[in-house]
């Protein structure tokens, strides 16, 4: 599992060099599972970043990623709305699409990254599928920062 923890907000953390950000794509081409937020996604794909999202530019992240290489996206930070917020998930083998959201806690969270694909392993280590472990990662994501 790659969490390729490197841009917010559509841009790169400042201490993110440009080969910093080659060389994590190349290891997320490496993995059976890649967790990006928005932001990274957009970024690794060369994309444009959009602060409000819709189904089409959701799916196309998850299968620009899953053609990179990993057998599962889960992509958080997954809004249509501004009344919540989750994940969205690719299974490149079943070419299945999930998605779980859950309601919007305002604010900004430092960590949440980083609660959500430890939660979403841990599932995923416990033989859930990938959205069930979604599903799971966003609710325990959500209980943490309430």
């Known amino acids: 599992m790659v969490d390729p923890v490197m841009a917010d907000g559509g841009k790169y953390y400042s201490l993110i060099t440009p080969e910093f950000a080659v060389g994590m794509k190349k290891l997320a081409t490496l993995a059976d599972i890649i967790t990006p937020n928005i932001s990274e996604a957009a970024l690794m794909l060369d994309m444009p970043y959009r602060e409000k999202h819709d189904k089409e530019y959701i799916e196309a992240l998850l299968h620009g990623l899953g053609a990179l290489g990993p057998r599962m996206v889960v992509l958080s930070g997954v809004a249509f709305d501004d009344e919540t917020v989750g994940a969205a998930s690719y299974d490149r083998e079943t070419d299945t699409i999930a998605y779980y959201l859950d309601q ?17 392993i841990s599932a995923l280590l416990n033989e859930k599928t990938v959205s069930e472990a979604m599903k799971l990662a966003v609710a325990f994501t959500h209980a943490c920062i309430e």
């Open 104 to 120: 919007r806690v305002e604010g900004f969270y430092h960590g949440t990254g980083d609660v959500f694909a430890s939660a979403l």
